[in-house]
Nanobody, 121 residues
Framework: QVQLVESGGGLVQAGGSLRLSCAASGRTFSRYYMGWFRQAPGKEREFVATINWSGSSIYYADSVKGRFTISRDNTKNTVYLQMNSLKPEDTAVYYC??????????????WGRGTQVTVSS
């Protein structure tokens, strides 16, 4: 059974930082694109960041460029999202995603259940 399990969400003040982790199990994701989407209340789910298997291709949404950093450790089947300079508008449920194709184009084979990130002003 394939699982993506997120962790690291929580409540933080504006300007603070959080690090999300997504651990994959059930298969080897070393050749997969992995990354993050988010969904704020009343809004559609949106792309945040993605990284290919080697780390040579990384893409970010414009709204998080310069503040968020995505990375992965294939030995641990884990992808990370370091979030700095957080803003109240970053408040959302953050979902881990994986696919053999670039997930920023909506090709999502696997989803995690999400972790809540709340940024207070």
């Amino acid at each position: 059974q394939v699982q993506l399990v997120e962790s690291g969400g929580g409540l933080v003040q504006a300007g603070g930082s959080l690090r999300l982790s997504c651990a994959a199990s059930g298969r080897t994701f070393s050749r997969y694109y992995m990354g993050w989407f988010r969904q704020a209340p009343g809004k559609e789910r949106e792309f945040v960041a993605t990284i290919n298997w080697s780390g040579s291709s990384i893409y970010y949404a414009d709204s998080v460029k310069g503040r968020f950093t995505i990375s992965r450790d294939n030995t641990k089947n884990t992808v990370y999202l370091q979030m700095n300079s957080l803003k109240p508008e970053d408040t959302a449920v953050y979902y881990c995603a994986a696919d053999q194709r670039n997930i920023m184009y909506g090709n999502i084979g696997y989803w995690g259940r999400g972790t809540q990130v709340t940024v207070s002003s």
